[in-house]
């Protein structure tokens, strides 16, 4: 089976930054897309970044010009965000798409998702 493991959330003010990082484990053989998602209560999950396995990425809008995303390593993914606003409170999640050992196929992985809150 595959796990992604997410840290790095956290309370931080606005104006200030954080880093958040997840890891997959487990029988990976490949992985295309990773992301990062946000949940806030009464709306959708909706996309924050991604970034392909040719580097190539992607933002929501309200993250460009204030977050990057990187792979680390073949089975890391980690998304910096600076210059936070409370409108970026909510849960964020991470996702990959993975083909695991012995599988043709890729599949999609969510992680437990990870806290954010930022005060006014």
């Known amino acids: 089976q595959v796990q992604l493991v997410e840290s790095g959330g956290g309370l931080v003010q606005t104006g200030g930054s954080l880093r958040l990082r997840c890891a997959a484990s487990g029988r990976v053989r490949l992985i295309n897309d990773m992301g990062w998602y946000r949940e806030v209560p009464g709306k959708q999950r909706e996309k924050v970044a991604i970034?392909?396995?040719?580097?190539?990425t992607s933002f929501g809008d309200s993250a460009k010009g204030r977050f990057t995303i990187s792979r680390e390593n073949q089975n890391t993914v980690t998304l910096f965000m600076n210059n936070l606003k409370p409108e970026d409170t909510g849960v964020y999640f991470c996702?990959?798409?993975?083909?695991?050992?012995?599988?043709?196929?890729?599949?999609?992985?969510w992680g437990q998702g990870t806290h954010v809150t930022i005060s006014s």
């Open positions: 970034i392909s396995r040719d580097g190539s």
């Open positions: 996702n990959m798409e993975v083909k695991r050992e012995g599988t043709l196929h890729f599949s999609n992985y």
